[in-house]
Structure formats: C-alpha cells, structure tokens
C-alpha cells in the first residue's frame, strides 16, 4: 500500500470517509422516516421492554407474541385506548413491527457508525483534528439511544402516550447529528482542495436556528397530536390557511402563563409551526440568495426545492386530515430541508 493511501492527510482517506459520514446521515433519514411511521400509527409503546442485544429477533412463536402483547396489555394505552376498542394479536403485531423496526435500524446504524470508524482508526486514515469530532457524533449516537428509551418510558405507567417534549427532544437530536454528519462531510471533502474547516457565519447561523425553531414545533404538533385542532376536529377544506374558521385559534388555554403554553398547548402549537414556516422561508431565500451570488447554484435550487416541497406537503397534510403517507413525506422532507440548509451555511461560511 504506498503512502498516498494510507497517510491521514491524503486526499483518498478524507472522500472515503466523507462518503461513509454522508452514507450514514442516509441512514439517519431513513429512521426519521421509521419513526414518523411509528409515531403516526401508535406504534411507539408496543415494545415495552429495552433489549439491547436480545431485541434484534422478533417473537418466532405464537408464546412468545402472547407473552409479548400480555406485556403490552398492562400499561395505560392499552388499557384506556386500545383495549376497550377490541385490540387483536394481528393488529398488535402490526404496531409491533414498526417499533421493532425502527430500533432495529437504530442498532444498524451504531454499527454502521462504529465499525468503520474503527476501521478507519486503526489504519490511520482519520485526517488530523477530526478524530474528537467523530468521537462526539459516535457518542450522539448513544446518547440518542438513550433519550429514545427515556422516551418509551413516559408512556408505559402514567399515560396513553410519550411525553410531547421528549418525543421533541428525541428527533432534535437525530436531526442534530444528521447535520453534524453532513456538515463533517463538507469540511472532509473541501480538505481535498487544501480548505480549512468551515466556520459558521451569523447568516447561516440564524438560518440554522429558524430551521430549529420549525423543527421543535413539528416534533411538539406530531408529540400532542395537534394536527386535527386546526378544523376543530377532522380537518375541512377550509382548514388552511385558516384555523377553526380564523387566523388565530379559539381555545389556547392561557392559565399556566405563556411558557406552559409555548410547550404544552396544541392550538398554539400547531399556529405556531404553521406560520414559523414562512419565516424560515424567507431566511432560506436569502441563505439561497448568498449561495447563489458565490457561483453555487446548485445549493439556491436544492434548498428552495426542499422548503418548497415541505410547504406544500404540510398544506397537504392538513387538508387530508394527516394522512399516514402525506405525514411521513412531510418528516422526510423536514429532514431535507435541515440537510439542505446545512449545507448551504457550510457552503456561504467558507466562502463568507
């Protein structure tokens, strides 16, 4: 092997392991998807116990899935939702299988983010200054696998549901580290071309934060189940632009002060991811605008057609009264748009 290959620095090391990082933030997308999947059909409490090794085989039998639903059987979403409407074992291996499936790809894409990393350690490939860096995105990693059980866990003894603010918290940090990897990526790939580390600008900063904001209220509107507030029940024709018949929602209850509603109510929720999005629209327009001015306007179309699509898939949504697919093309885009946006910041910092 000569020394152009194997050296940290060389430019072969830094495209693979990009290659692999961006390979990754895929897999990341792709348990978005799972867990939108997952939220929108209820599937979340239907495993009741974290198995971290053990868990990756399903129930083989017809014991097993007995002894596995009379789990599910004791705690409260059972018992209050599913139990009196007549749950049957096909219908609990149905929500099953998409929480099983969503941890499995959580487990695959641990390993897909440690093996190589060891691999690439150990032959001594990692360019210099980035090896705390992959350490970190290894280490969000597990700790997103911690906040998922801690997640689960809300649901299993006082409610029928997990708990809104830490399903929030939960796909904050994977889309978190979804644009770590991408923006990692980025920098690995300008090394090829002597470039330094890029540097976040205010402008991409704050383009960042309102993509955030976005997010947080999307993960707080699916987390309470917000989406049909906005007709007052199943959703109207009429129901976007306007809720309940006005701009602003009738029955925001006030009574714990402005921060508990912030976080807590489902009108105001929904009124504010609604209409936030437009402010992230026009701060992605002038992101796109600056991509644009230094020659990259392959990143002005990307990030406008991902904002662009997700507009019209969240009108979408709410005139299908959240319909399954609709819902979880919406997530997948919301991923997008976080993937676009990083990458024109990475793009207007370096080039700032």
Partial sequence: MDSHSSSSGSPDNSRAIARWLLAVAAIVCLIVVVGGITRLTESGLSITQWKPVTGVVPPLSEAEWLREFDDYKQIPQYVEVNGPAGM???????????????????????????LPLAWFWMRGAIPPG??????ALLALGGLQGAIGWWMVTSGLSADVKVSHVRLAVHLGVALFTLGALVWTALDLLGLREGRASARLTRLGAVSLGTVAIQVLYGALVAGMRAGPVAGGG??????WPLMQGSFWPE???????????LFNDPFLAHFIHRWWAFVVVGVLVVLARKARAIGRRDVSIAVHSAFGTQILLGVATVWSGV?????????????????????????????G
């Fill in 88 to 114: 049957t074992l096909a219908e609990y291996k149905f929500i099953y299988f998409w929480e099983w499936v969503h941890r499995l790809l959580a487990r695959f894409v641990g390993l897909a983010f440690a």
């Fill in 130 to 135: 980035y090896k705390p860096r992959l350490l």
């Fill in 234 to 239: 199943w959703f109207s024709a009429s129901s």
């Fill in 251 to 261: 029955g925001i209850d006030w009574s714990a002060g402005l921060p508990h509603a």
């Fill in 323 to 351: 319909d399954l697919w609709l819902a979880v093309l919406h997530q997948l885009i919301g991923a997008l748009v976080v993937t676009t946006t990083v990458w024109a910041a990475h793009v207007t910092s370096r080039n």
